[in-house]
């Protein structure tokens, strides 16, 4: 009987635990982790108030008794010993192991800026840290600051805007998410939330904050600002502190190399996540993509393979999709590559499309507009799945460069979403977590746009001759 430990409540971990018990039934897992657990990505939802808090938490106790899991929750691991198979935790306990994950996640690293550990200066990492910003709030209409322009950042701010408080963004790289969007993109998004009484600031460092309650920010730039509230986001770092001293394999940025099977340097370690490097779909080098579907997939193929099943990952994609202020904005892939380049810009919507080509293939793309041109027409699906992918869309790349706004006959044509539809992580049907809040199922609501496509079917449409489309129906 197999003894298995995972260290990280996130998705990787919650993850590779179902993925396991779905293979092994009998071996022992003992989940380790500081905080019980809850979606850190669904923060913004609680912080607009658009869920209650009890609806963060992803296990219960029933939860885990089904799986048969022992739960440490409020532990640290303080040391790993790698040849004795063992973790040891912060109050001088042991855990002997046969099969490890490592799926700590990641912490936020605040600059160091004077008086950033002040009172109303928060990151907005934890449910501690939502709560405490919305018991700071005070009044209907309070100022908050963000130091940060990143996605992280970005998603907070959104949050913030749906409860209609007066925001100010500030970014010391000479524009807003700069690892999501190029220069056009990103003053096309400057631009909007200006529009939107949004106050950005780009090019510039907070040298200090002062004040008691009310906070004074004071910019590089000479500039001073007054807020109620203040939020860093700037940057993560892997919660890997444990592993100083222990002989795996590591990255340049510090974190797990890992292979196809998120097995690390060391056999039967694995690594999953924000702490993890490994393959890229797009080959190269391996990759840390610290999001939330990475996560996911490290997670299940991780746990298949600690619990005996070979499963090999295809590789991960970088990938962000974030809405700020009603604008969609989406980046896949190598959208910074600029040498073979098919662009789209109609600055009025704002509208802005960047193709990126490797070849006849995609290898990435960025997306920009209000929802209605952009996660409405289910492009951003259809161009995530071209570059996963990797389809060789020959002649199509043409006719895409003379109309990359119409993605769908390539997209058919070329057997992106029959290919893709062959595809699955464990090598079997994929099927939703085990736990909901208080067991509810997704909502299967229609739209009111249902019955505007259902209803105005023509009679006998089956039978109807299809309009000829290059390269559809042809063999």
């Known amino acids: 009987m197999t003894k298995y430990a995972i260290i990280g409540a996130g998705p990787a971990g919650m993850n590779a635990i179902e993925t396991i018990r779905r293979v092994d039934s009998e071996g022992t897992i003992t989940l380790v982790s500081d905080e019980d657990p809850y979606a850190r990505m669904a923060l913004p939802y609680y912080l607009a108030d658009d869920i209650p808090r009890e609806q963060l938490a992803t296990g219960s106790d029933d939860y885990f008794a089904k799986l048969k899991v022992e739960t440490r929750f409020g532990s640290r691991v303080s040391s790993l010993d790698t040849g004795a198979r063992s973790l040891t935790f912060d109050d001088g306990e042991s855990l002997a192991f046969e099969k490890l994950l490592i799926a700590t996640g990641s912490s936020p690293a605040r600059a160091p800026i004077p008086g950033v550990d002040g009172a109303n200066v928060h990151t907005l990492w934890t449910r501690a840290d939502a709560d405490a910003v919305l018991a700071g709030a005070g009044g209907d209409k309070p100022s908050v600051v963000l130091i940060g322009a990143g996605f992280i950042g970005l998603i907070v701010l959104n949050a913030m805007y749906k409860r209609g408080w007066r925001l100010t963004l500030i970014e010391r790289e000479t524009r807003i998410l700069p690892r999501m969007l190029d220069r056009r993109g990103a003053d096309a998004a400057e631009a909007w939330m200006r529009d939107r009484d949004i106050a950005v600031h780009t090019g510039c460092n907070v040298t200090e904050i002062s004040g008691d309650e009310r906070k004074r920010l004071a910019l590089s730039n000479g500039t001073v600002i007054e807020a109620d509230q203040v939020i860093v986001s700037t940057g993560i770092r892997p919660n890997l502190e444990f592993l100083d001293g222990a002989d795996i394999e590591r990255s340049a940025d510090g974190v797990l190399l890992v292979d196809a099977h998120c097995e690390s340097s060391v056999p039967g370690i694995y690594a999953a996540g924000d702490v993890a490097a490994g393959p890229n779909v797009l080959g190269g080098v391996k990759a840390t993509h610290a999001i939330q579907t990475t996560a996911v997939d490290h997670g299940r193929v991780a746990g298949a393979n600690m619990a005996g099943a070979e499963v090999e990952y295809d590789g991960s994609l970088a990938m962000n999709i974030l809405d700020v202020a009603g604008l969609h904005m989406a980046s896949f892939g190598e959208w910074s590559d600029d040498s073979d380049v098919t662009e789209v810009w109609a600055p009025a919507r704002p509208v802005y499309r960047k193709l990126v080509w490797r070849g006849n293939r995609l290898a990435g793309a960025i997306l920009i507009g209000p929802i209605e041109d952009t996660t409405m027409l289910t492009d951003v699906g259809m161009v995530k799945g071209l570059v996963q992918a990797q389809t060789d ?54 739209s009111p746009y249902h019955s505007d496509l259902v209803d105005t079917r023509p009679e006998g449409f089956e039978n109807l001759p299809r309009t000829p489309t290059p390269g559809i129906y042809k063999s």
Do not use: F, M
Not at 407 to 433: D, F, H, I, N, Q
């Open 393 to 446: 869309l020959a002649s199509w790349k043409s006719y895409l460069q003379e109309k990359p706004w119409d993605l769908r006959r390539p997209y058919v044509a070329s057997g992106t979403a029959a290919a893709l539809l062959k595809r699955t992580v464990e090598g079997r049907p994929a099927t939703p977590r085990g736990y909901t809040h208080e067991g509810r199922q997704p909502p299967n609501q229609r």
